[in-house]
């Protein structure tokens, strides 16, 4: 260990350690920018200058690592002047704009600056002029806002493996760019979001739609019914003030209904339905010998890649719509015939953690029930907004149940939310199908968590299935990899683009660190624990639409609306 005194306190840390870390083990404060607790140090924005007792220069803390009897002064006026100067030099070419800003109020910029009281900008101030890049459906580019930190590069290349986004240039006109400076549509971008999770600013956003919401429940013909993905609730309350998991889902609903929104019912229950089809098409693959691993394919960042990069695996992949999908598909038909609704009057509104589904939404299949099958999809972020302008009190607000026939779920579908929910909930269902026997502890433990890769084998009446599951694109690439070459030991393979998850999914409250990842993790499974159903196929609107509609799994009505296919992309990038 390593002893060393900053601002008069004594510690002692590990050997490597920087400063940095030093001073947050005695809850020392030294202001960041280009730092990311999750990545690796990058050292180029100097905010975190400190004094070294020695030293004629002031020492970057993030970078700086600590020597035995270090002393170090983090809060000197030579300190606070140097920080306030970089503050000033960043923000004279930086757009003066955060009332208009997406990130306004949720900008570590703006934080630093009301923190040293950055006032009169003794420098030049003059943007750079760049041009915004509004090319995708999922998010946008405000590069006059960027501050060159290279956080999102990392998160793009290191997490997710695309390499979508990269350095330009030099010096002054250092910029970070989409792939060979192109529209970011151009890049191999699986619209995952995750770079927006990284970015301390406003440069990279969610293409926000809330205004089509407000217009649709505006209009009295028109019929607004919403869908709310299993991450989405742990989440919310984020927005709103309230702890992680601490907004009760009869209260978001109600919370719906006070913005307008005519009918909520819930993509749980099509997670459940995605159990029936996908645990059936799983088991007919491996009876009939069909391609081997089968993939998950309710995470359309995934498929995005998948498309892009393993365009020869794609008849690995599931068929099954994603539970989003299935829900369009089914809520434009058979929820529309029993509430006697025309479907043509319905506005179809998903709630989202997810940036991708913005861009899976606009696929020209997805339009199996005559019409196009969702609408609109809102993040999880567009939709706290909204909240926070209405002006709720969710710690008064009473609760409201869901409407019929698509509202009720189980816990199987409420853990499709965390990474390995989706194997696990396939593996309660297809375990009860294949052995005809009651499951009695429904916790397949093994599957839970944020590590990268997770593996288990489970032995269904002799035959032993082996699965995996992958979150974050980086991982999945390692199992895609080894699909590829012919390795691979498995049968059933989930991968999920966002790093644990949809609760980490690019529409979720901004999510600097993996530890808030983890607490929305083990909200997910209280919720699956407090669930008086646990197993998709007992959910008694799941048996109700097989007996009324769909008539019984991978019959000729499901292939219709619940499954799909794939088309391998061509990147102009690649
Ligand atoms: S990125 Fe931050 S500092 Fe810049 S305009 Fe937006 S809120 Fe303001
Ligand atoms: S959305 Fe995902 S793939 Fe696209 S640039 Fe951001 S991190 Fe990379
Ligand atoms: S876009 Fe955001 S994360 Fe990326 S370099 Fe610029 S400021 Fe940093
Ligand atoms: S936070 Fe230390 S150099 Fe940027």
């Known amino acids: 260990m390593i002893n060393v005194t900053i601002d008069g306190i004594k510690t002692s840390v590990p050997e490597g350690s920087s400063i940095l870390k030093a001073a947050e083990t005695i809850g020392v404060k030294i202001p960041t920018l280009c730092n990311h607790p999750d990545q690796a140090v990058k050292g180029n924005c100097r905010v975190c200058v400190c004094e070294v007792e020695g030293n004629r220069l002031l020492a970057a803390a993030c970078v700086s690592p600590v020597y035995e009897g270090m002393t170090v002064k983090t809060r000197t006026p030579k300190v606070v002047e140097a920080r306030k100067t970089i503050l000033e030099l960043i923000l004279s070419n930086h757009p003066q704009d955060c009332l208009n800003c997406i990130r306004n109020q949720n900008c570590e910029l703006q934080t630093l600056a009301e923190e040293y009281f950055i006032r009169d900008n003794p420098f030049s101030m003059k943007t750079r002029g760049l041009a915004k890049d509004y090319s995708t459906p999922s998010l946008f580019r405000d590069p006059d806002k960027c501050i060159l930190c290279r956080r999102c590069i990392e998160a793009c290349s290191v997490i997710q493996s695309v390499n979508a986004l990269g350095l330009q240039q030099r010096g002054h006109h250092a910029m970070v760019v989409p792939t060979m400076g192109w529209d970011l549509i151009d890049s191999p971008c699986v619209m995952c979001g995750q770079c927006i999770h990284a970015c301390p600013v406003g440069a990279i956003g969610e293409v926000e739609e809330i205004d089509k919401l407000l217009a649709a429940i505006a209009d009295p013909d028109t019929v607004v019914v919403t869908q ?43 997670a459940d339905l995605t159990i029936l089809e996908e645990g059936n098409e799983l088991l007919k693959r491996l009876k009939e010998g069909g391609n081997l691993p089968m993939f998950t394919s309710c995470s359309p960042g995934w498929i995005n890649l998948c498309e892009t990069f393993y365009p020869d695996l794609l008849d690995n992949l599931s068929t099954c719509k994603s539970p989003q999908q299935m829900f369009g598909a089914l809520v434009k038909t058979y929820w529309a015939e029993k509430s006697s609704i025309d479907p043509a009057k319905i506005y179809s509104v998903s709630i989202m953690p997810c940036t991708a589904k913005k861009y899976e939404c606009s696929r020209p299949e997805m339009n199996d029930s005559g019409f196009r099958d969702v609408d609109l999809v809102i993040t999880t972020r567009e939709i706290g907004r909204l909240f926070r302008m209405s002006g709720i009190d969710f710690n008064k607000l009473a ?3 869901f409407d019929s026939w698509m509202g009720a779920y189980t816990g199987a579908a409420v853990i499709f939310g965390a990474s390995g929910g989706v194997m696990e909930a396939a593996l309660r269902t297809v375990y009860e199908v294949v052995t005809g026997q009651t499951l009695e502890n429904v916790n397949f433990e093994v599957t839970r968590g944020i590590q990268g890769i997770k593996e288990a084998e489970v032995d269904l009446n002799g035959t032993v299935v082996k699965v995996a599951i992958a979150n974050g694109l980086a991982n999945a690439r390692q199992l895609m990899d080894e699909v590829r070459a012919g390795t691979s030991p498995y049968h059933f393979i989930e991968i999920m683009a966002c790093p644990g998850g949809c609760i980490g999914g690019g529409g979720q409250p901004i999510t600097k660190i993996n530890a808030k990842r983890v607490e929305r993790i083990n909200q997910i499974y209280v919720e699956d624990e407090a669930c008086q159903i646990r197993k998709s196929h007992e959910n008694p609107e799941v048996k109700a639409i097989y007996e009324e509609f769909l008539h019984e799994p991978l019959g000729h009505q499901s292939h219709h609306l619940l499954h799909t296919h794939y088309t391998p992309k061509s990147k102009k990038a690649l």
């Open 228 to 270: 709310i993905a299993p991450a989405v609730r742990v989440a919310i309350g984020e927005e709103v003030g309230l702890a992680t998991g601490d907004m009760p889902m009869d209260v978001f609903v109600a919370g719906l209904r006070q913005i307008g929104i005519d009918f909520v019912l819930h993509t749980n229950f099509t």
């Open 399 to 401: 609760g409201s149940n």
